[in-house]
DNA sequence: TATGAATGAGTATTCATTCAT
DNA sequence: CATGAATGAATACTCATTCAT
């Protein structure tokens, strides 16, 4: 039983630190070489916690999803007004910018490459997106659930301008946008309330 | 007396059979050999008419958006309020929305496969998007550049919706969400002129 | 415990069988699909061992000429006159006609096949002439330097006499040649002495 | 007939341009395209006036052969002393070593490259050795032939010296050894005939 | 549990040569 | 005569995965 527990922490700690090491390369370039040596164990050792690249991939992305909704919980406090809350969410996506488009290629650099695979991919990230929509409209309280698909469509649209070279310095222009889309958001809701 | 081909027009007959070889296997897993069969040409003359792989593919994202421009600007008309030429953007998005989300995906996938290159790659990438971002400007004649980003920014994040699994068949959903942006830009567009 | 090879003689070991391949085919021609297969492995784990051909060549070229130095030493008394130490050198050189001409050609094709690359090529080469001018230099105990590169070039212009198509069966050329070297070595030596 | 002497003349004036060529790149490396882009003509037309890339280097060979005992011959007064005849060939071969240092790297890369072909090659070299032999003991009028032939290995020797790095900087070394097989050849002869 | 040696099909790209015009 | 388009087998090198120890 004790083993059993020590091969699981050690599996999760392997995990996490795989997230640095697929932004630096890309889930498509990075090898389990590279992988392996990046974690200080062999390749074997690799294969011995993990079947697969792909399975890593898809391991890492429900952990990480995890992790993420917590600490945005334990910083984001719920007793606010929508705007507050709005903003509570874009600080969250900001601060995080740098991590978060990282994911976002990673992402799709994923998909791209298990294209003829069984679905299971698809199917992973699909899951975190509709787990994030419903946690999303948990914390937003908004009456309309397509402003809550809106809101993740546009801070999946901010994220993938990393692809054109807009990265951390262009902070200001994430900011001015973010601000646009809650001024948005906020009118719009309360219009659906009138 | 050269065996009588119009080099110029050749190449770019096999320029533009490639977008559907690249959208169907991704930038990254699709080969140099699989590209020459789906051309029904040799691989030594593909490498007579284009450098690279990478070559290609910049070359190809060059062309699609002088042509994608062209044919927005044939079928829309100018002479309309700016709910209708917003809808006539929306419009153009989603009649092309399987073509646009493959687009948005292997640029990534480009991006991502030619990480540690000259920088060439993106630089591309962003030329297309300022001259999108101009072009765009000046159809919907907004008084505020900061929302036809937005509004770009949004179209992005609905292309990219693809790798969770939205495709076609959800039309209506698709739908749904162009309608909340052009109200929100509308309303916004309002405020800013009086 | 990893699968039990003791990795650095292993490599000398496929380092050595390298020499007669490279010989029978020359550096430029041989592929490492030949090398792999001349081995006994396959390409992959040549590439677990030497990370380039070149890389490959060039430690060949190093591992050689300690050996060849260490069997010319173990065979060369040093107790005698001039005379009979240069008929050593020369016994040697002639024992062993076959496989240093083609270790001189071998030199010369890597030297043209590596035109652009760093200058580390030429530079391993050149070490091994300046390791073999002072090696002989020792072993001759000559009084004049050049004499011992004079020495060195005609051996080498000896060798080189392959490209003409003279070969192991022009045994007695090859001796007389070396006579005539010997012998007005030896006169040169007795001048600069008195 | 007027048309067949055009032929013949561009045929040569052709060939006189390739030696540059190869001499930059090495035989094994240059392309056929990069040949008749250096000459400024088509592959085409490269083919119409030879047959193959082994085809112009053996014509080459011979053309610069006749060419280069002309110059030296031209230049080369017969009525002196031997050591003076002596001393025109250095002269001729220090004047030109960088020219003949290349043409001797490429003849062992030739050699190397047509490994497995007819033997053909090989006999073109052969046959200009054994010319330039008997050139060289015609103007040289030594009593012994094999210090003719000693003159030439020593000379191949000197050429081959460039794999070492040794290039036309080292012209001081160069002429010093060739003082050294001077002094050593006219000793010889001088013994030879009392 | 952990290692790293071994595999071999697969990658982008090259090149001597041919041949229709 | 001259062109350059076309070929396709061949090149050095890579990589996810397996497995004996």
Not at 118 to 147: F, I, K, N
């Amino acid at each position: 039983m004790p083993k059993v527990v020590d091969h699981e922490r050690y599996r999760r700690e392997l995990l996490m630190g795989c997230f640095d090491l697929f932004a630096a390369q890309g889930y498509g370039t990075i090898t389990m070489r590279q992988i392996a040596k990046g974690l200080g164990v062999s390749t074997g050792t690799l294969y011995h916690y993990f079947p697969s690249k792909e399975s890593i991939f898809m391991q890492l992305v429900q952990e990480l999803f995890e992790r993420d909704l917590s600490t945005f919980f334990a910083q984001a406090s719920e007793a606010l007004s929508l705007e507050e809350r709005l903003q509570a969410v874009a600080d969250f996506a900001l601060q995080n910018a740098q991590y978060y488009y990282q994911q976002m290629l990673l992402w799709v650099d994923f998909v791209q490459q298990s294209r003829e695979a069984s679905g299971d991919e698809v199917a992973c990230l699909r899951q975190v997106w509709e787990r994030t929509h419903s946690a999303l409209a948990d914390y937003l309280q908004l009456s309309d659930p397509d402003l809550v698909d809106f809101i993740v469509v546009f801070l999946d649209g901010l994220f993938v301008q990393h692809i054109y070279g807009r990265d951390a310095e262009d902070a200001a222009w994430f900011q001015q946008q973010c601000q646009l889309m809650i001024q948005m958001v906020i009118h719009r809701e309360q219009r659906a309330q009138t």
